[in-house]
Every structure is written in structure tokens, then in C-alpha cells.
């Protein structure tokens, strides 16, 4: 069922912590996103560097969470020579980072980011959850202080998600610069976003690595073009309310305002269909 996750029902944006406890057995499998793996791969065999970084100490923790993948999915890495945290990459659609408590605060320690949105390697690699959060609103020291104490007392074998949701132009998931996609943007119609606009939904799941005292968060990535994200009425009354519910605070940090327009006229494509 396509999307697979609708999280604007739980209303707009809200910049909480909002984790809630699942079903381990729903961690990774199934997986909605299968269909990107080919492509995944390709680009982690053609540029791997472009999207994995990390530092030497964070080995251990990787090794873990490869372990601790291969588990969940049932599935074995391949052979071929790669840090353990792209060959995990390669079993699951999502996206992994490694946080770990380096003694000056939990930190990203390695990362693997194959379709970030609007935020990349450079901004995350070896940053503190309070640098990480500085541009969130209240998201240091109020949002990034909650994290690390929820870091801090995760308990072993308990999996944890959360969501986040927006829209973009197409369906290609790599964006870490977003001025690339409002320049796009500019030169895009109104009358265009109907076919341009897709659904990006976030799902993050964390888990507790327990040899290393670390924490693997899982970026999955659900995108959709919105003609087919919102062609249910429920869903589309459901999207609109929550989109223009949003706060200044949320229509600021997610550039809401710049898409606005072509949302509307999205909406109204739909509901003249």
C-alpha cells in the first residue's frame, strides 16, 4: 500500500522528541523501500565516499550494527571489501548513522546518508546532538537535551521510531543542499506541481547498540508522487489540515512558504479530478 506511512495525521510538524516503542520484530522488515536497493548499491559501488564518512573508532560500533541488521533482515552481507556500515547499508532501503557517547556528548560517529533532504555529510559528520539540532527551532539545548537524555537511558533489545514528512520536487532522494530544489522550484508552474510535487516521508527507528554503548538510528526514506500519495480524500483532508496547521516556527525551518503555492494548486488538481 502506497504510502506506506502517513504521519500527517498525527497533525503538523511538532519539534519533540514524539519516539514511541515498537514491535522489534517490525524494526526493519518489511521493508517498503526494496525497490531503491539496486540503485543504493550502484551509487555506494560508483561514489562511496560521497556518502559514508566516519572515523576510525566508531569500527566497533559498526561491526554491531551490521550484526544487528543482518539479524532483523535475515539477510548476510556481501563479500566484497567495504567498511561494515555500507555493507549493512546494502541489506536495508535506510539510511544509518552511528551515535556515540565520546565523553563530550553523543556524537555522530559514522554515517552513511544516500538520500538526505537538505542536510548532508558535512553538516552531521562528528557533530554533538546539540550542534546537530542548532538550526531546529528550540532544537539546542531544549530538543537536543532531551534526545541525549533518551540516549542515555534506552533500554537494551527495545526499538524506537518516530516520523517526520514534507514535500519535494521528483523523486530523486538525494538533495543535501536545498537551494538546489528551490531554484528548481522557481522555475517550476504552479500548474506543474500536480505532476511534480512528491509525498517524503521519514521514518527513523533507533535501537541500543549494547558491546558498545552506542545507538544506531535508521533514516527510511518513503517517497511518492503526490498524485498518488493523496488520491484518497481521507488522506488528502487529513494532509491539507496538517500542512496548513503548520507553525511559523515549522513553516520557516521546513520552507513550507516557498512551496506553498504549488501545494495548494496540487490540492486543487486533486480535488477538480
Not at 23 to 33: A, G, Y
Not at 200 to 227: G, K, M, S, W, Y
Request: charged residues 25%; glycine residues 6%; proline residues 8%.
Amino acid at each position: 500500500m502506497r504510502p506506506p506511512y502517513k504521519p500527517f495525521y498525527d497533525g503538523p510538524p511538532r519539534f519533540q522528541v514524539g519516539l514511541k516503542r515498537i514491535d522489534p520484530s517490525q524494526w526493519l522488515t518489511p521493508d517498503p523501500e526494496t525497490h531503491w536497493l539496486e540503485l543504493k548499491g550502484q551509487r555506494l559501488d560508483q561514489a562511496p565516499e560521497r556518502y559514508y564518512r566516519a572515523l576510525p573508532s566508531a569500527a566497533s560500533a559498526e561491526d554491531e550494527a551490521l550484526a544487528r541488521i543482518e539479524t532483523a533482515t535475515g539477510k548476510t552481507r556481501s563479500p566484497r571489501p567495504e567498511p561494515a556500515l555500507i555493507a549493512a547499508g546494502r541489506l536495508v532501503s535506510d539510511d544509518l548513522v552511528v551515535m556515540e557517547n565520546t565523553g563530550d556528548g553523543w556524537t555522530a560517529t559514522s554515517l552513511l546518508l544516500t538520500q538526505p533532504t537538505f542536510f548532508s555529510l558535512d553538516d552531521s559528520f562528528n557533530r554533538e546532538l546539540h550542534q546537530l539540532h542548532a538550526p531546529v527551532p528550540d532544537g539546542a539545548p531544549g530538543l537536543a537535551g532531551k534526545i541525549s537524555r533518551v540516549f542515555d537511558r534506552m533500554p537494551s533489545g527495545e526499538v524506537f521510531e518516530r516520523f517526520n514528512w514534507t514535500v519535494q520536487l521528483g523523486l530523486e532522494r538525494h538533495w543535501p543542499h536545498g537551494s538546489a530544489m528551490r531554484e528548481q522550484l522557481k522555475t517550476t508552474a504552479v500548474s506543474e506541481a500536480i505532476n511534480q510535487l512528491a509525498l517524503r516521508v521519514e521514518r527513523q527507528t533507533l535501537v541500543r547498540l549494547d558491546a558498545c554503548n552506542a545507538i544506531l538510528f535508521c533514516i527510511r526514506i518513503c517517497l511518492d508522487p503526490i498524485r498518488e500519495a493523496l488520491a484518497d480524500p481521507t488522506d488528502r483532508a487529513a494532509f491539507a489540515a496538517s500542512w496548513r496547521a503548520a507553525s511559523e516556527d515549522a513553516l520557516a525551518y521546513k520552507r513550507w512558504g516557498q512551496f506553498n503555492a504549488h501545494v495548494e494548486a496540487a490540492l486543487a488538481a486533486l480535488e477538480a479530478a
